[in-house]
Nanobody, 126 residues
Framework: VQLQASGGGLVQAGGSLRLSCAASGLTFNSYALGWFRQAPGKEREFVAAIKWSVVYYGDSAKGRFTISRDNDKNTVYLQMNSLKPEDTAVYYC??????????????????????WGQGTLVTVSS
């Protein structure tokens, strides 16, 4: 399984970015796909996950971020709106077959994620 994240960059507070994660080497429809982030000096944080049509968000993402997937393109997206400086982090996509969208954060904590992407840096300036 390979995941290739892209779309990060520098944006002003209040702006938007869309992250993409292209997946290969897996039966895409069978996997939960998620986004996590890690800010400097902080632990990795769950952002959002999707499996089939079920989505689940971490508290920091609710109301501002939207996760979606295109099964024809084997790609998962994270649309981020109303960005804040505290959203600055490296964003990682992840894939796991044996979990649900709701449990992907738990799978990460116990080290049971099947694959991670390389990360894409999002910097939000104030």
């Amino acid at each position: 399984v390979q995941l290739q994240a892209s779309g990060g960059g520098l944006v002003q507070a209040g702006g938007s970015l869309r992250l993409s994660c292209a997946a290969s080497g897996l039966t895409f429809n069978s996997y939960a796909l998620g986004w996590f982030r890690q800010a400097p000096g902080k632990e990795r944080e769950f952002v959002a996950a999707i499996k089939w049509s079920v989505v689940y968000y971490g508290d920091s993402a609710k109301g501002r971020f939207t996760i979606s997937r295109d099964n024809d393109k084997n790609t998962v997206y994270l649309q981020m709106n109303s960005l804040k400086p505290e959203d600055t982090a490296v964003y990682y996509c992840a894939a796991d077959r044996g979990t649900t969208a709701q449990n992907m954060a738990l799978s990460s904590r116990v080290g049971r994620i099947d694959a991670w992407g390389q990360g894409t840096l999002v910097t939000v300036s104030s």
